[in-house]
């Protein structure tokens, strides 16, 4: 079995920035228990596998971290989209895509700005807004962020925010630097509020961080996040319906933008774009028998 493999920084202003990614192009469906054992020896926090189907813009994709399959991601799609433009048009300066994860076709639009470089946006779709934290929930919150009350956002209250995967965003306005993952707290209280992970945001800055839920490992730049963080400003008139720019990584050495644009207005937003530049930095073949 031959592989193509790709590395790319995603949500990178310049190589070795950005959030790392391996796409693997393959012709064939693979076992999941490969997927994830390749996953595991490339050592990339995701590595998402793509599939040609019967329709030459639609693809097939399995995201996998070091752990599990993921039911949505939002750098491995735009990663892929890039690899895709790169490898199958490239003759072409813009192209749409249709990527499917989990059941869920996602558009992708691409667009070349250089050799190896391309703005790639996606169309996360609605948000759907979940619970709000409590009083005592909030002070929760922050604790198992290794935070205190004084640094939450003045006004402001975590809530759950999902456009694909369902985040509890805690908005702070001092701290950032200094909050740590207290294990097991996060994760009780995300049981509690039915959310799947957290994303801390310092509202004056756009800046935020987010880690696995065991504390174990920091993100560099989230994807799923952003469209969930972008509603979020929007529906608590933090911002303006349009364009947003975040930013995270900075505090593993990896600075990202990610730029998300909110449609609509604050009591009913239509769809969020998540998006940003893809460097692909290397190509390979994988050849073992698997």
């Known amino acids: 079995m031959t592989l193509q493999l790709f590395l790319c920084d995603v949500f990178a202003e310049q190589p070795l920035s950005g959030n790392s990614l391996t796409v693997v192009l393959q012709d064939e469906p693979l076992r999941p228990e490969l997927m994830q054992a390749l996953t595991r020896e490339l050592r990339q926090f995701e590595t998402v596998f793509v599939q040609p189907t019967d329709d030459p813009s639609r693809f097939e994709t399995h995201v996998f971290d070091l752990t599990r399959e993921l039911d949505f991601a939002g750098h491995p799609l735009l990663g892929a989209a890039a690899v895709l433009h790169d490898e ?45 934290a409590t009083a005592a ?29 369902r985040y509890l965003v805690v908005p702070i306005s001092s701290g950032l630097a200094d909050a740590a993952v207290v294990h097991p707290h996060l994760e009780q209280l995300l049981v509690e509020l039915d959310a799947e992970f957290a994303y801390l945001l310092d509202v004056p800055t756009r800046e935020g961080r987010h880690w696995e839920n065991d504390g174990t490992v920091e993100d560099i730049a989230t994807g799923s996040a952003a469209g969930a963080v972008g509603a979020f400003l929007v529906a608590s008139h933090l911002a303006e319906p349009g364009a947003i720019v975040l930013r995270q990584g900075r505090f593993v050495g990896r600075p990202s933008t990610l730029h998300v644009t909110v ?17 692909i930095l290397a190509r390979g073949t994988l050849r073992a028998s698997l």
């Open 88 to 132: 199958l048009r490239s003759d072409t300066d813009r192209c749409s895509w249709l990527l499917r994860i989990r059941g869920r076709d996602v558009p992708v639009d691409s667009r070349r700005f250089g050799p190896g470089a391309l703005h790639v946006s996606m169309d996360q779709g609605v948000p759907s807004f979940g619970a709000t």
């Open 137 to 165: 929930q909030t002070e929760r919150a922050l604790a198992a962020f290794s935070l205190a009350p004084a640094n939450l956002a003045p006004g402001l209250t975590p809530a759950v925010v999902s456009t694909g995967l």
């Open 263 to 279: 449609h609509g207005d604050p009591d009913a937003i239509t769809s969020v774009e998540v998006a940003g530049p893809v460097l």
